[in-house]
């Protein structure tokens, strides 16, 4: 998270907060329990 951050001129934790959103969005998505068949495998 340091080096994103540190390329994109944002925190830590905002980077954090970023990447939980799109991973909410992706699982209440269509696509969510299809991703997670596919990290399950």
């Given at each position: 998270?340091?080096?994103?951050?540190?390329?994109?001129?944002?925190t830590r934790?905002?980077?954090?907060?970023?990447?939980?959103?799109?991973?909410?969005?992706i699982a209440?998505?269509?696509?969510?329990?299809?991703?997670?068949?596919?990290?399950?495998?």
């Amino acid at each position: 998270l340091d080096e994103i951050g540190k390329r994109f001129d944002l925190t830590r934790e905002r980077i954090r907060q970023i990447e939980k959103r799109a991973l909410e969005k992706i699982a209440d998505s269509d696509m969510g329990p299809l991703l997670s068949s596919f990290l399950q495998n």
